[in-house]
């Protein structure tokens, strides 16, 4: 039964001039909604959402959430702004399901999701759980949907996960499509040679893992010609903060030596890492003991084993703290340089030393420091295709 005496008072309290907060508007359409429905219930999941990104307590969030997706669920169909109200809801219900845990129904609503023409959430959640291939066809999906423009990010998820499900020759083609792509780009100063680097060095990585080492050695090659053109004569022009192709790409890198991700124990969507997520927030997490499990390894002589964790603790401090620009060298730089320092204690271990020089050459080269990072790469070229 409507209650008038409580419609009118909405009404009388949205006409009046005061301005009002976020939670008295959405007290008063979710009484107008039960009346007007159709001017009432957009309103409402609007303010449901806005109250829902404003709030610090997950519970509150999920409650808000689930409330807005039931809103946009009764909005009329046909409305021209329903199914964008309704994706919106669902992509804040999933994250604050992910947030508490509760991944099989965070993953349901990445399905309406997906069902509605919406598929990459889907997709890093799929990842995030060890199911590749799943997510590969639903990368594929969006990749071909019709826009000529390539995307680096939409290339290199589909990419990595291809390379997640074992498929490296399908994934390294699809790498080299993107590749092809920035180089007519780069060579059209439409794009930074760094990035150009950047996807030569990943390339090269992932060729060597798929056991094609002459085509691993022929990319390095390429990309070494590309560090001695910025280490001569910069970058033609001056970009934008590009520095998430770099952190994405060495994060990839180093998805190897992480644990296998499954429902169970999730891991980050490696490609991708989303800004905000529950297994990206874990992986952060394990940074202290890494950092302890380094301190013993090194007091117990086991240098190799050293080496892979600082690698590991540097690829976390390049998620952490790599897109923000302030002081990127200084904060950055002696993760890098403690990699190549341990790397040297292993005489006869050119491929822990060459790795650790690529890491820091491609780091440099973010830091836009080009002649080191041509001298640290030359250096590792020349340690990784010595006779």
């Known amino acids: 039964m409507i209650n008038h005496d409580a419609v009118l008072r909405a009404r009388v309290l949205l006409l ?10 959405v007290d008063a359409y979710r009484v ?10 957009p309103k409402l999941v609007d303010a449901l959402l806005l109250m829902s990104y404003r709030t610090r307590n997950p519970e509150v969030e999920l409650a808000l959430t689930t409330e807005a997706v039931e809103a946009a669920r009764r909005i009329e169909a046909g409305l021209p702004t329903r199914a964008e109200r309704l994706r919106r809801a669902l992509d804040a219900h999933q994250r604050a399901l992910f947030a508490l845990g509760r991944r099989a129904e965070g993953r349901a609503a990445c399905e309406e999701m997906a069902a509605a023409g919406s598929n990459g959430r889907l997709a890093t959640a799929l990842a995030e759980e060890g199911r590749f291939r799943e997510a590969a066809e639903l990368n594929e ?30 994934a390294s083609a699809v790498f080299r499509e993107l590749l092809d792509d920035t180089r007519r780009k780069a060579a059209e100063q439409r794009s930074a040679l760094a990035i150009l680097a950047w996807e030569l060095v990943h390339l090269s990585r992932m060729r060597e893992a798929a056991g094609d ?5 022929a990319t ?3 990309a070494l010609t590309v560090l001695e053109e910025l280490a001569t004569t910069g970058e033609p022009k001056n970009w934008s903060c590009i520095l998430g192709w770099w952190v994405t790409l060495f994060a990839l890198s180093g998805r190897g030596g992480e644990p296998a991700a499954s429902t169970e124990s999730p891991m980050p969507a490696f490609g991708t890492l989303d800004c905000v997520s529950a297994p990206r927030d874990a992986f952060l997490g394990t940074l ?25 603790i540097s690829i976390r401090a390049a998620v952490r ?18 990699g190549v320092a341990l790397a040297r204690r292993l005489p006869d271990d050119p491929v822990r030393l060459a790795r650790a020089l690529t890491d820091r050459s491609m780091f440099l080269v973010a830091a836009r420091t080009f002649e080191p990072a041509y001298a640290d790469f ?10």
């Open 220 to 222: 390095r090659q390429e």
């Open 288 to 312: 202290p003991r890494l950092e302890a499990e380094a301190a013993e390894l090194r007091e117990a002589g086991r240098m190799p084993e050293v080496v892979d964790v600082q690698r590991r």
């Open 141 to 170: 999906k969006a990749a071909r949907n019709g826009t000529p423009e390539i995307s680096f990010w939409t290339m290199v998820e589909w990419a990595a996960n291809l390379e997640g499900a074992g498929l490296h020759d399908e």
């Open 213 to 217: 080492g002459a085509d691993a050695a």
């Open 378 to 387: 030359a250096e590792a070229v020349t340690l990784l295709d010595a006779p």
């Open 321 to 338: 703290e790599g897109n923000r620009p302030y002081q990127f060298g200084d904060r950055l730089t002696p993760y890098f340089d403690e």
């Open 32 to 41: 107008l909604a039960e009346v007007s429905p159709k001017a009432y219930l």
């Open 16 to 25: 009046g001039s005061g301005r009002l907060s976020v939670l008295e508007q």
